[in-house]
């Protein structure tokens, strides 16, 4: 934990599902921008390309049998990150709307002046953050902020934001609990992690459109993600958490793995 | 002994000649089995005694008995399905985690091959179609 960033073994979780086109320029992008974070690209079941190009890209491939969406990439990638003993884990999407330049800055914030667990890269921090969101869609991102601020007992503006950083005490309770459903990546965990009393901080970042564009602007579209975000953040605030996910491996064996790895 | 007694006894029988097959030939565990035994043996019973039926329904207040029937009926069928939604759920968290670690499996296999100096996984146990 002390010692400057430098000493930090850091893991850099890119979730790619069907990125052949996006994957190559984004794993070049973090190699050039952070030469000395371990990489790790989770194919989450591509029927394309998307692990051979990860593959000569010089990336270290984990690929999943088949899709889990990206939940079960996750908490595989977090699962690898807390076997292998890394001090953080970083989640970049592979379609490279996560500028990994902002990542010094995350880093930094992880276990600084107000102790964080995991510092989330959120748009819409500032008033001239270029992205903007509408109607219905816009809506849900706000009650999700607010209800999550609440909870967290912090300001987050954007927790839909999958650009997140967590230290060794974040990447072992998401090694166990992480979900794989609607949402559950990125509103869900926040509950949990808030839940587990460990402390989330935000820091502004700017994101950019995606390489393959597929963002919908239909606003029945929009109304629809309002109501699946509504349900999930329900879902997620009643849940009896972690009873829920008994059949997982336990917090504890994976930690045994570990400690187990680190003392061969 | 009316059609109806002899359409009730024969559709039972066979749910419970059905159900022990099954059991027997290992295509259906115990703890299903037992449900279902014990809804075939209450059809049976239905079937058998349909005054019984008559006179629950009298007791409770209802003028048409088949409305008790079609009542627990579809009682019991909302608990086994709710069951099964359960059960499927527990299956797809298992499955999602032997996916999670065979996949973790799989990336460590091929570095330990590429550290004993085997072949390099440039194209690997990808059985997946291009």
Redesign the interface.
Known sequence: MSGGPSRHRVLIIVPAWNEQDAITGTIREIRAVVPDADLLV?DDG????T??RA??AGA???????N?GVG?AM??GY??AL?HGYDAAVQIDADGQHDPRYLARLLERLDGHDKADIVVGARFATPDDPYKVRGPRRWAMVLLAWVLSRLAHTRLTDVTSGFRVSNRRAISVFATHYP?EYLGDTVESLVIAARAGLVITQEPVTMRARVAGRASHSPIKATVYLFRAIVALLLALVRDWPSQ?E???SEEALVDIATGEVGR | MSGVTILGLTGSVLILLALFEMMRRHRLREKYALIWALVALAIVTVAAFPSLLIRVSEAIGLEVPANLLFFVASMVIMVLTLQHSSELGRLEERTRTLAEEIALLRLEIDEHRHATGGVRPVEPTDERSE
């Open positions: 989770i591509s029927v394309d390309r692990a051979q593959r000569e270290t491939v984990c690929p999943l049998p088949f889990l079960g908490r595989t699962r690898y076997r794989a996910l059949e997982g491996t």
